[in-house]
Structure formats: structure tokens, C-alpha cells
């Protein structure tokens, strides 16, 4: 029984490079309780790009995919440049290049548990080496030409390639809050776009159960830009020209449409170091070796071998300290986090409305006598003062009343919520890089100028910065104030997921009537503000 027990292990267990993946697709997405809240994550650590594939809207992402940051930085072109972005984009293309396919991309992952079902598979050919330059023209077109033609012509952020294909935005961005209960306002969301790119997933999830990695082999742009690097990336498969005798088997037994180990279609998996006799293939950073031969390198010393496990140990080790450091910062340390939980203020006590003095009674007239048909004058009643006091309780539900804050706008002024009471309130949570959140700017716009005096407006930018909001609005003359929301206190405040654009309206004792993501138009503004005047 343990023989068997043995040789089932043996068999099944997995490999360093499946554990390496699992590692980094939950380091990838760090942010546990997102899973359970519903709603992404949006500290600082949201500003960096992460090496794989990943979601910037998936639940649990604790960093931004770098291809949406890439078309984020082309639409905002005519702004600012995106040096840094493309400075972190060639420094994964050149430490590691296509390494990060095979090893670190979560998307990578799912495609290869994907081919596993048991299926027959079709093999590689020619047409499937053909259609491999298909992602350098969708990364052309979806990734480089729209998002520059819609920032320049329109000024309109619209990334491509996020918004009309990748499974992963639908995946783990749109399914991954819909399965939250928390998340059922979303389905009223739902649109024509949203049923194409649901199909779109289907179909490339399919092709990866018949066909090895279907998507990163004929559409991931993100793996087109890495390939560029692979000829002069330091960590990935090297080839001992002195050990090869050109057999041809490690081409032959790889599953992507390679002509040679480590070009721009490899993705460093080191499958090829397991079918080549020669023990020509290994892993290397640099001249260090990573994963050698079974028959060990050429140069190796008696005690290199019995190094390299003591130095993988360490590797290990290290890793999974990183691993819980992160389980434990994105989840419980973090700043951004903690404040999201914080208890709820006590409402504050109902003001008495302020006594009206009556007015002075007149002095009598000289001692005359009034002719008798006069009349004596009706007295009559002082109106009442109108109270906006609310003894709802503090909260970002309807019926609810939100929380007091205090905001420094683009034009110097302050917006204080508490300022408002008697006014009719709409505040729109915003960000330049949403692209529904800039077509409807000019409804509120509208709306604001319609009613000027008896509404109060503040549209509020996300903390996450990509294009300068200042100089975004500056010559489009918008009506209402504009103020970022920096230590993200309002997104608190108002209950936001991270999820743009998000609307809120209070009444006129500061009470919510309608707290909704997602866009708007100018008859359900209208409509919005007759339902916050009753």
C-alpha cells in the first residue's frame, strides 16, 4: 500500500514551476476579504504594476495589470506621458520577458488547468505558428491606436483593448463581483457590451481546452511586448551550444509555436529540459543557475547540486514569508484597509429648531377716533421656520444620513457637506480613466447650471491618479466643483467599491435617496432630483 501511495505521489504531484504559479497568482491577488466584501482593493500599492496578467477590478488584485496601464498612459498622452509605465514594462521585458508567462501569469495558469480536461487537443502546425502574429495586430490596434486616437481626438480615456476582448476583465473583474451577493445592484449594469465579452470568454476558454494556451499563443498583447525582450532577457531557458546536437525534440515536444528555444514565442516553462538527452537546457539568471539538467551542468562541481537545493530552500523560504507578510498587510495592516473599517460615528443629536421672534406690536395712533366702517386689521400668523434637521442615522443607505466631510476643490473653495442642508446634494464619485464617468460629467454639468442656488455639487476623483484631473477639467467648463478624494475618506463614507462612476444623492435634511454605481443620463438626473425635492 505505501508503494502505491509513493508512486500515485510521484505522479501527481505538482511541479516547481505549477507551485511557483499558484504562488503568484495568490500573490497576485492578495486581497482576501475582497472576495468576501465585493469590493476591490484601492491602498497605494494599487499604483504599481504587477508583472502578470491580472485584473486591476478583480476582487481580490492588490496591483494594476501593466496593459491597462499601458493604455491608461496612451490616452492620457496628450497630458502627461507615461515614462513610468513604460519604464516598469521594460524592466519585467528585460529581467524576465516571456518567463513571466510561463511562470508568473495567473491568466497563464487557468489557460493551462483549462487544457487538462480531458479532450483530444490540436497540435501546432502552421496555421497555428500563422496565427501567432495575431496578438502583435491587436496589440497594435486595441492596445496602441485606439486608446491614443480617443485621448487625442476626444480626450476620452478608453482602453481598447480592456473594454471590447480580455476574458480576464470579465472573468475576474465583472464575474468576480457579480457572484457576490453584496454585488446584486450591479446586474441593473448589465448591457449588450457586457453579453459580447461574456461570449468572447466563453469562446477563448473553449479554445484553451481544445488548444494549449490559446490565448496567450494568438491574443495576449501582453506577452507580444515581453517577446520583444527575449533574446536579451536575464532570467529564462538557456541553451549549452556545446552539449547540443540540434535533434530538434525540444521544438517538437513544446506546446507553443516556437522555431527555437528562447525565442520571441517561448515562454520559459522548461518543459524542453525534459526531453532533451543532451542535458544542453537549463533555467539561468545570468550565470546563476536556477533549475539545471538532471545530469547537472557542464562546469558543475561535486557540491553544486547539493547548493543549489540548499539555495532553492532558502528561495522558498523567503517566498513564503513575502507571501504571509502580504496575506497579513493587505488584509488587516494596511492603511486603506483598516479605514474601511472603522465603526460608524454616533449620529449627532437633533438640533431644536431656532425660536422665531414675533414682531413687535405697533404703538397705538394718536387718540382719534376711527371712522366706524374701518375695519380693525387681521392679524396674522408668523410662518414657521423650516427645520433640516434629521434624526436619521449616520450611514450611506437610503433613509440614511451620510457622514460629515470637508473637501479642497480645484478652484480653492471648500466643499462641507454640513454646509449644505437645505440644498438638494449630488455627488458623483469619478476618475479620468473611466470612460462612462467622462460622458456623463456634462449631465451634471448641465444639471448644476439648470439649478444653480438650489442644489449643492461636488464631483469627487478617485485617489488612484493616472492623468492630472486638474489640468483634465480645467478647459472643458464644467459648472459644478471638482476636489480629489486623496486619503479616500469620501469613498469610505458614501460606501464605494473602487467601482466608477457612483452616484449619490441626499435630499434636503442630508438624507440618502439614491447611492448606485454606475452611469447616468439626463432623465434619470432629473428624474433624481424631483425624487430628493418631495
Known sequence: MDNVKTSWWQTHRPTTRRLVQLYSALLHNAYIKGFIDGKIYTGNAKYACVPGFNCYSCPGAVGSCPL??????????????????????????????????????????IQELLHKIPTPKLKKSRVTRA?????????????????????????????GFCKYICPAGTFEGAMGHLANPANTSYYSMLGILFTRKFVIMLVIGLACVFCYRSFCRFICPLGAIYGLFNRFNVIGVKVDENRCNHCGACVRHCGMDVRHVSDHECIHCGKCMEVCKQGAISIKAGRITLKAPEMGCAGDTPAAPAKRRKTGRI???????????????????????????????AAAAASEPAEVDEPAASEAPAATEAPAETEAPVETEAPAAVSYESDAPIGHEVGEQLEDFTLECYDGTEFHLADTRGKIVFINLWATHCTPCIHELPYFSELYADHEGDIAMIAVHSKLVTADPVAFVADKGYAMPFATDTDDAVNTIVGGTGTLPQTIVLNRKGEVVYNQIGSVTPEVLAALYDEADQ
Not at 528561495?315 to 465603526?343: I, M, S
Open 68 to 109: 491597462g496601464s499601458i493604455q491608461n498612459a496612451l490616452a492620457s498622452t496628450g497630458h502627461r506621458a507615461g515614462w513610468y509605465v513604460l519604464g516598469i514594462i521594460m524592466l519585467f521585458g528585460v529581467i524576465l520577458g516571456r518567463t513571466i508567462c510561463g511562470w508568473l501569469c495567473p491568466l497563464g495558469l
Open 131 to 159: 496565427l501567432s502574429w495575431l496578438k502583435y495586430v491587436i496589440l497594435a490596434v486595441f492596445v496602441i491606436a485606439i486608446p491614443l486616437w480617443y485621448g487625442l481626438r476626444y480626450q476620452i480615456p478608453l482602453p
Open 315 to 345: 528561495l522558498w523560504g523567503a517566498a513564503l514569508a513575502v507571501l504571509c507578510f502580504a496575506l497579513v498587510w493587505f488584509n488587516f495592516l494596511d492603511p486603506a484597509v483598516r479605514k474601511g473599517a472603522k465603526p460608524e460615528p
